[in-house]
């Protein structure tokens, strides 16, 4: 599976969209690009994934460029509950998931 | 009800044995074993599929897994060492194309 480069850290303001970047330029194909996060000492939680196209539920925004060597994840209302670990991470047929070192997202009120 | 763990956290001593349970999401087939550790980070376990185990990462053979005709599942370490002190997760999926939701995990302390 392709590896991922996150910025260690950011900082968004409460209420605002918080974007996350990632860096996947050796993706392949029938990767997918994910996204999971997690609250210190719980288990990772889903948030949304995308192969070429962008996406959006619930949660957040997935954007994929055309070329499909990087991607941004947006949380489009930011809350202080959203504070955590955010893992981008490429999934082939595998599925053996690996979480690099993510960005921690703080937001701050 | 999404995954669920138990126990939620577990005190063991170096040559002991520890059976840890999984409860996949109602309706899926597959679940996954993963080790998180500050150091190693998130890493592979074992996947089964319809009580079969689809994959295996690079753990020795004190790690072995099964699944029941529930999708329920457990995993066992014998023979415990100290790293292997760690949050252990279970994710499961409907299938095996589809995205796994991560348990809480099982916190196992050896000592």
């Known amino acids: 599976d392709a590896k991922t480069t996150q910025p260690p850290s950011m900082d968004c303001a409460e209420g605002r969209a918080a974007n996350l970047p990632c860096n996947h330029s050796t993706i392949s194909g029938n990767e997918y690009v994910y996204w999971y996060r997690q609250i210190h000492s719980q288990g990772p939680q889903y948030i949304i994934h995308?192969?070429?196209n962008n996406e959006t539920n619930e949660m957040a925004s997935l954007i994929i460029t055309e070329d499909r060597k990087s991607s941004t994840l947006i949380l489009p209302h930011a809350t202080l509950r959203d504070t955590a670990v955010y893992y981008c991470i490429v999934v082939g047929s595998a599925r053996q998931l690996t979480f690099g070192s993510g960005t921690q997202l703080t937001v701050l009120p | 009800a999404g995954v669920t763990q138990s126990p939620t956290h577990l005190i063991k001593t170096r040559g002991q044995q520890v059976t840890l349970s999984c409860s996949p999401i109602?309706?899926?087939?597959?679940v996954s074993w993963y080790q998180q550790t500050p150091g190693q980070g998130l890493q592979f376990l074992f996947e089964y599929f319809s009580e079969t185990q689809r994959n295996k990462g690079n753990f020795p053979g004190r790690f072995s897994g099964r699944q029941f005709s529930n999708s329920r599942s457990e995993m066992n370490v014998s023979t415990l060492e100290l790293g292997d002190s760690a949050l252990y997760l279970c994710?499961?999926?409907?299938?095996?194309?589809?995205?796994?939701?991560f348990g809480p995990g099982t916190r196992l302390t050896v000592l």
């Open positions: 994710a499961s999926s409907e299938g095996l194309d589809n995205e796994q939701f």
């Open positions: 109602s309706g899926h087939r597959s």
């Open positions: 995308g192969l070429k």
